[in-house]
């Protein structure tokens, strides 16, 4: 069971790494990239990082886009589709939104550690 302090400790982490605001994950035509944001789960183990939604300033179709457009460093990129919002399950085929998956299985997948608090 965990302790309080552990749980506000490892969602404080986990807080200052989504709220960073990474200017852009493609490796090409990023000017018209006006924000990334980053989507988690919760698994038995904690919070990890799955997927980032990247948002343009305009509509990107689909049908071009695949894995291999997109890189995010130190992670395993598993999927990429368009979406009208920044909500995965709004998927779409076009969309002011890429939402780029990553391996939830990756090594720096995870975004918080548990720290145990000595008395």
């Known amino acids: 069971m965990h302790s ?3 749980f506000l400790i490892m969602a404080a982490g986990a807080g200052a790494l989504v709220s960073v605001d990474v200017p852009a994950f493609a490796q090409e035509d990023t000017e018209h990239v006006k924000r990334a944001t980053a989507i988690t789960q919760v698994f038995g183990d ?3 990082l799955t997927a980032v939604a990247v948002e ?3 509509a990107v179709d689909g049908t071009g886009l695949s894995p291999d457009t997109f890189r995010v460093e130190g992670r395993t990129v598993t999927g990429v589709f368009t ?3 920044a ?3 709004g998927r779409a085929d076009a969309g ?3 939402i780029v998956t990553l391996s939830p299985d990756d090594a720096k997948a995870g975004l918080a550690t548990k720290i ?3 008395s």
């Open 56 to 58: 343009y300033d305009a």
């Open 46 to 48: 904690g919070a990890r």
């Open 4 to 6: 309080r302090r552990e």
């Open 116 to 118: 145990v608090a000595r």
């Open 96 to 98: 002011r939104f890429v």
């Open 83 to 85: 979406s009208a919002s």
């Open 87 to 89: 909500d995965p399950a």
